[in-house]
């Protein structure tokens, strides 16, 4: 088993790693302690692949739980949602010495938290991401939320879990695009935090594509140990966490430019190839790290070029009602070497333009 510690304060928490922890995390929750009643959240898909054997092993180790859950989808992410969910919990008597545990991908992780954060104003929750992208990145770090029809995410709370389980062995039967979702994610935190991460992810390539279970393990606990270190430093992104957007700025453009038909992380590799030609054009980035950085995101299977048939303008637009863009001004994680990066508003729209022409 591995083991991180998120440390923040007597918000603290582990991630736990291991190849079949489905199967154990009864005996680690009742040893904890964390509350008398558990309930899972799963969407309708999860549920059915997962959610009677977990439910069972929960069981087994005598911890009493049960299951609710919500159509799969980002669809899903949403007030209502919350709100339905909320009233089953009413319904069911749960009360402040219960829990919540998130059984599934971001969508599951998001709401979860976020009813956990809210439910009579705050109620212990535990994340089990399922994905590879949930693994990586939103299960770790206390993000939750919801969105709104005038964007994603618009409604949401940091609130930390109790615990992080993962089980590398549920990726076996991940779809492949929900892999590459996750692996622009991994490839993200080489690029901006660790120059031997990425040299790793140079080398293990084949490993990782075939699904080798010790060296994704591997390669989730880095992703997670950055993450930790970088939420640890700044746990409401108001400094280093905004680091964790490479690549969002142009991605989340292009894809809400292409309402939502580009997934995420195929978006994110095309946004961090963007952000590499625009350190490039701002002279911060060598050319030659760059050629790199493209070689390893098309490597994975990523997509590097921005599909020509998307509107550029659309794409400029979003970039200007980017929820974290500042009087109209996106900002940009821009990389210095393999491994830094630097967090600026200062690029012109001409280099922009330029980054995103066909
Ligand atoms: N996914 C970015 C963050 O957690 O800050």
Redesign the pocket.
């Known amino acids: 088993m591995k083991e991180i510690e998120v440390g923040l304060g007597e918000r603290s928490y582990p991630i736990l790693i291991k190849d079949g922890l489905l199967h154990e995390i009864g005996d680690d929750i009742k040893k904890r302690n964390i509350a008398k009643r558990y309930v899972v959240v799963s969407d309708a898909h999860v549920a059915g692949l997962l959610g009677e054997m977990f439910l069972n092993s929960l069981k087994a180790a005598d911890v009493q739980a049960e299951l609710i859950t919500f159509p799969q989808g980002e669809v899903s992410k949403n007030l209502e949602t919350v709100a339905k969910l909320a009233s089953k919990l009413a319904l069911i008597g749960v009360d402040r010495k219960d829990a919540l545990i998130a059984l599934g991908g971001g969508v599951t992780g998001d709401i979860t938290g976020f009813l956990a954060a809210v439910y009579m104003r705050g109620i212990p929750f535990i994340q089990v991401p399922t994905t590879l992208l949930s693994q990586v ?2 299960s770790v ?1 206390g ?1 939750t939320g919801v969105d709104i029809p005038e964007g994603k995410n618009l409604v949401g709370s940091f609130y930390q879990p109790q615990c992080v389980y993962i089980d590398s062995n549920v990726l076996s039967s991940l779809p492949r695009e929900e892999l590459l979702n996750g692996l622009a994610e991994v490839i993200k935190y080489s690029i901006i935090y660790d120059a031997s991460f990425f040299e790793y992810l140079e080398k293990n390539r084949t490993s990782i594509l075939d699904l080798n279970l010790p060296v994704l393990e591997e390669t989730i606990r880095i992703c997670c140990t950055i993450k930790a270190k970088v939420v640890e430093a700044d746990e409401r ?1 108001s400094g280093l ?1 905004r680091i ?1 957007n490479f690549g969002h700025t142009i991605g989340h453009a292009v894809e809400a430019a292409s309402d939502f038909a580009i997934a995420h992380g195929m978006a994110v590799a095309m946004g961090m190839e963007a952000a590499c030609k625009l350190a490039v054009g701002k002279s911060l980035f060598p050319s030659e790290d760059a050629g790199r950085t493209k070689e390893l995101i098309r490597s994975y299977g990523l997509p590097v070029d921005i599909p020509k048939e998307l509107d550029r303008d659309r794409i400029k637009a979003y970039l200007k009602t980017d929820k974290k863009a500042v009087a109209g001004r996106p900002f940009f994680v821009l990389p210095t070497t393999i491994g830094k990066v630097t967090v600026t508003d200062d690029v012109p729209e001409s280099l922009i333009d330029q980054v995103i022409a066909r």
Request: aromatic share 0%; net charge neutral; no cysteine.
């Open positions: 990145d939103s770090g993000k992104e966490r964790l």
